[in-house]
């Protein structure tokens, strides 16, 4: 008999094993981001255990997310690509479906949102707009090099001809990364993640998060913040300043990262999602021609229709051209507050 209970603490290294155990988990079950998310945005969450006996056999990461808007939703996970059921067996699935619908009910959210690499089951709506770029790596990172095409090679060898320079670290490097994608949020009309929430990031995710800065001579010219799970390198945030992209530094980034994944026995390095046909999908695709359909999979509670909670939605567009010319200073205070909302 499979029963299904809410994550406490008791179940802290039960979860980090079963995770591991499991070839189909992803980055986003960690359990470093319980505390992370809770506390650098501020969403409730409702982790859920699925027993058989004592034995983990399915978890589930969910958060409550209430808008300024008044709704409420429950998703899996926010701001991560991943996310959604992991588990040993159809009836551990089905037991964590049936308890997030229950909770859905009690918390009168409007849905559900799970975002699974493969779809949870056949019987829930899917979205497949989104698709994620996984780079295969190995030992020698000039295997990887040779299999890239001229192009694209030619434009890493630009960045090093560029004298760019690419370092690593954890929280004293974020300053300076976060004063690059702040920038970049702005100029692009995206309100910006915290730096809060970038700090509760490294507090929790320890040893599995850290920075990556490229250089220019003194001055950072871009950054990312790399998450490491398993086999897997993951890089879910990066930016750079728009005036000196002739210097190739998302290319330096990039393979900065790739070379690192290499050295340390990585086995697969992921770009992240991109909407296809996106400016950075075309990007990505560069790097790896053959992208990973993702399967968004929704509950839908108190709606009767895929949600468009998020800033691609064409109706978002007039509020996009004005966050543009607000100065930083406001955009840097407000946006956290702003897109918190949006998972």
Same mark, same amino acid.
């Given at each position: ?190 309100? #910006? ?7 509760? $990031? =490294? !507090?929790?995710?320890? %040893?599995? /998060?850290?920075?990556?800065? +490229? ?19 993951? #890089? ?7 005036? $000196? =992209? !002739?210097?190739?530094? %998302?290319? /330096?980034?990039?393979?900065? +990262? ?86």
């Amino acid at each position: 008999m499979i029963t299904v209970v809410p994550y406490s603490d008791k179940y802290h290294a039960e979860w980090d094993k079963f995770v591991l155990s499991r070839p189909e988990a992803t980055i986003a079950h960690q359990i470093g981001w319980r505390l992370a998310i809770a506390e650098g945005l501020g969403h409730k969450p409702f982790y859920l255990v699925a027993l058989s006996g004592s034995d983990i056999c399915g978890v589930l990461p969910l958060f409550f997310v209430k808008t300024w808007w008044q709704t409420k939703y429950l998703i899996s996970m926010p701001w991560i690509d991943y996310g959604g059921i992991l588990a040993d067996s159809e009836i551990a699935t089905e037991a964590l479906l049936n308890e997030a619908n229950r909770i859905a009910k009690e918390t009168k959210a409007e849905f559900i949102e799970f975002r699974s690499v493969d779809p949870v089951t056949s019987e829930l709506p899917i979205r497949t707009d989104k698709v994620t770029f996984q780079l295969s790596l190995q030992p020698d990172s000039e295997l990887i090099w040779k299999s890239f095409n001229a192009k694209l090679r030619n434009q890493i060898r630009k960045a090093q001809k560029s004298e760019l320079k690419t370092e690593f670290g954890s929280i004293d490097k974020l300053p300076e990364f976060y004063k690059v994608f702040s920038w970049k949020m702005h100029q692009l009309g995206t309100p #910006v993640w915290g730096y809060k929430f970038f700090e509760s $990031i =490294l !507090k929790h995710l320890g %040893n599995s /998060a850290e920075i990556i800065l +490229v250089r220019k001579d003194d001055k950072v010219i871009a950054g990312g913040l790399i998450i490491s799970f398993a086999d897997q390198l993951y #890089v879910p945030s990066a930016a750079s300043y728009s005036n $000196i =992209l !002739k210097f190739c530094p %998302n290319h /330096a980034l990039y393979w900065g +990262v790739i070379r690192r994944g290499c050295e340390n026995g990585y086995n697969w390095f992921d770009f992240g999602r991109s909407t296809i046909d996106s400016n950075t999908y075309r990007f990505k695709k560069q790097w790896v021609p053959e992208p990973k359909q993702l399967h968004w999979q929704y509950y839908l509670n108190r709606c009767d229709k895929i949600p468009a909670i998020n800033p691609d939605n064409e109706k978002y567009r007039i509020f996009i051209n004005l966050w543009r010319k607000l100065p930083l200073s406001v955009a840097n205070i407000l946006g956290p507050k702003v897109i918190r909302n949006f998972p």
